[in-house]
């Protein structure tokens, strides 16, 4: 589910900075009375997410711009399909319909949401096929855009990864700088179960083949191998035989995932999946009545 309490603090800021004071040109230029229906095309393949946000964000635009209070109470918004499903070029996946201003005040700010998660979804699902014929699963990392993180770890959902942990707060990941401040491995994980719920999995970050064993003895639920090579991973796989949950991470892209999921591991965490997914190619083209 979309977390719609953060999404509408981002809309706001969306709007802030995107309407300001009010849209000048299409107050100036578009006939009050002018309506029509803006058909949202998608120009490239891919995999969709955000058409909720998109509705969302033509419905917030009467607390935003006045002048189109009215107006914009008349629009109305149809998918043509559903968030999660792959689509081909040149396929119009949803329609808003009313008077024209609103929709062209809104019109960058949802396809700049919808672009983006988009994008996302889309990769993702890139990744998750590469990799179906193993076991291996794609999961996403923290390094997210600064207040999309629960929409982009929703589009890597509707993609068919799965989510790491949220934040800070809902899991434990003990990493190199965790360790040398803890004191070592053991020390980490043993002051990490005197503090974490039950519930919480405890996984560390490993570099090396040698930092295995001592994460196993001290009970590690999920062994982080970063930066590894693909030999390296096969053979700490290997090593930990089913002990812990194994994930590989650092610099993973769809050219060397098929690889990497070869080595065994269960996981893949991927940042590329929310920092570098280019957007999908979405447009807005106008009809009039």
């Avoid at 603090?9 to 995107?18: K, N, Q, R, S």
């Avoid at 990392?141 to 790491?164: E, F, I, P």
């Avoid at 050219?255 to 893949?268: H, R």
């Amino acid at each position: 589910m979309l977390d719609w309490k953060s999404l509408s603090t981002l809309l706001d800021l969306a709007w802030a900075e995107d309407i300001g004071s009010g849209d000048v040109t299409t107050l100036a230029t578009v006939p009050s009375d002018l309506k029509g229906r803006g058909r949202i095309l998608a120009k490239s393949p891919g995999r969709i997410a955000g058409l909720s946000v998109v509705e969302y964000v033509f419905q917030t635009l009467p607390r935003i711009h006045a002048p189109l209070s009215d107006m914009n109470s008349r629009l109305s918004f149809t998918p043509f399909v559903l968030d999660g499903e792959s689509i081909t070029a040149n396929t119009v996946i949803a329609e808003v319909s009313g008077y024209i201003a609103p929709i062209l005040v809104g019109e960058r700010t949802a396809l700049n949401f919808l672009q983006r998660l988009s994008g996302v979804s889309t990769l993702t699902a890139q990744m998750v096929e590469a990799v179906s014929h193993t076991s291996a699963q794609i999961i996403d990392t923290r390094k997210t855009t600064a207040g999309w993180r629960s929409l982009q770890k929703y589009a890597v959902r509707m993609g068919g990864g799965q989510n790491h942990r949220m934040g800070l707060f809902d899991g434990i990941l003990i990493k190199d700088n965790h360790i040398v401040a803890a004191g070592g491995i053991c020390s980490a994980i043993e002051k990490a179960k005197t503090v974490g719920s039950h519930t919480l999995k405890i996984e560390v970050e490993v570099k090396c083949l040698a930092q295995i064993p001592e994460c196993l003895d001290a009970g590690a639920d999920i062994i982080l191998l970063d930066n590894m090579s693909n030999g390296d991973m096969t053979t700490a796989v290997n090593m930990i035989k089913g002990k812990a949950l194994t994930e590989a991470s650092g610099g993973i892209t769809l050219e060397s995932v098929v690889d990497v999921a070869q080595t065994g591991v269960n996981l893949i965490s991927v940042g590329a999946l929310t920092h570098s997914a280019l957007p999908l190619d979405i447009s807005l083209d106008l009809e009039l009545n």
